[in-house]
């Protein structure tokens, strides 16, 4: 897992996906995970409305990227997701 900081955002990524995070104006974090280098495959986004710490967001972040979806069929044959 790479973590690298870009344009007031934190990017985590891996060797398949990569999860931005984002700090909303009033609070809270925006996590948004897509395939790497490919924007305009977004897989999942999860908002958070609490004022975590960036720390907590980061973990946060881990586990999203971590996540292996199972049951996603349509992906398989194109390897985005783990077998």
Request: aromatic share 10%; proline share 2%.
């Given at each position: ?13 891996n060797d398949?996906?990569e999860?931005?995070?984002?700090k909303?104006i009033?609070g809270?974090?925006?996590?948004k995970?897509y395939i790497?280098?490919?924007?305009f ?8 409305r609490l004022d975590i ?5 980061i973990?946060?972040?881990?586990e999203l990227?971590e996540?292996v979806y199972r ?12 077998s």
């Amino acid at each position: 897992m790479k973590l690298t900081r870009q344009l007031g955002s934190t990017i985590l990524t891996n060797d398949q996906y990569e999860v931005r995070i984002q700090k909303k104006i009033f609070g809270g974090y925006s996590l948004k995970k897509y395939i790497i280098n490919s924007p305009f495959d977004l897989l999942e986004t999860r908002e958070v409305r609490l004022d975590i710490s960036e720390e907590e967001a980061i973990e946060l972040g881990k586990e999203l990227l971590e996540r292996v979806y199972r049951t996603a069929k349509q992906y398989r044959k194109l390897n985005y997701i783990p077998s």
